[in-house]
Antibody
Framework: QLQLQESGPGLVKASETLSLTCTVS??????????WGWIRQSPGKGLEWIGS???????HYNPSLKSRVAISVDTSKNLFSLKLRSVTATETAVYFC???????????????????WGQGTLVTVSS | QSVLTQPPSVSAAPGQKVTISCSGS????????VYWYQQVPGTAPKLLIY???RRPSGIPDRFSGSKSGTSATLGITGLQTGDEADYHC???????????FGGGTKLTVL
């Protein structure tokens, strides 16, 4: 059974870089079935997709965050990581990692549903 | 502000039926599959519906999904107190090339 677990600092200073890791267990990160992604949820707000990565290193990012985000994968350790530069206090949120299915045809590509999700980790950005 | 529009809250009595709407546009719901997630406060979202109307293994048939044009609907019948949660719709936006979500709907079972 595939499981994901986030880890990283719970407190980051404004203007610095937020770094998180998601460790995958119960399955291989080089599975051809999944993209691996990050989603965040500010207190009392909805979900916001940050970006996703394939085991090959191919990435897709939220256009609104693309200039500050980097997602990488370490297949030897079965994990993937998030770096978000120049954070502000408004980016205090619970950060989730998740496995998403995808559709990749000759005419279209898109990411589909996320399942499973990690339990989430609260990151507070101090101003 | 979310690209997909959901009502902030809905409520109904135990045993009753409730529907939650999710409104989008031709670049997202109109041409892509819709997904629904259930999130009990303090926990991670859980997949309820994928590909508009399909239920993952273990999800009871009290939960159903449908789509028409640029809107989607989640239906829950035989409401139970354990159904109290936030419900989120999601899809792919072909213009943004991004996963997008609604703002979430809080379900209260009175």
């Amino acid at each position: 059974q595939l499981q994901l677990q986030e880890s990283g600092p719970g407190l980051v200073k404004a203007s610095e870089t937020l770094s998180l890791t998601c460790t995958v267990s119960g399955g291989s990160i080089i599975s051809t079935s999944y993209y691996w992604g990050w989603i965040r949820q500010s207190p009392g707000k909805g979900l916001e997709w940050i970006g996703s990565i394939y085991h090959s290193g191919a990435t897709h990012y939220n256009p609104s965050l693309k200039s500050r985000v980097a997602i990488s994968v370490d297949t030897s350790k079965n994990l993937f990581s998030l770096k978000l530069r120049s954070v502000t206090a408004t980016e205090t949120a619970v950060y989730f990692c998740g496995a998403s299915r995808y559709y990749d045809t000759l005419t279209a590509f898109y990411l589909a549903w996320f399942d499973p999700w990690g339990q989430g980790t609260l990151v507070t950005v101090s101003s | 502000q979310s690209v997909l529009t959901q009502p902030p809250s809905v409520s109904a009595a135990p045993g009753q039926k409730v529907t939650i709407s999710c409104s989008g546009s031709s670049s997202n719901i109109g041409n892509n599959y819709v997904y629904w997630y259930q999130q009990v406060p303090g926990t991670a979202p859980k997949l309820l519906i994928y590909d508009n109307n399909r239920r993952p293994s273990g999800i009871p048939d009290r939960f159903s999904g449908s789509k028409s044009g640029t809107s989607a609907t989640l239906g829950i019948t035989g409401l139970q107190t354990g159904d109290e949660a936030d419900y989120h719709c999601g899809t792919w936006d072909s213009s943004l090339s991004a996963v997008i979500f609604g703002g979430g709907t809080k379900l209260t079972v009175l």
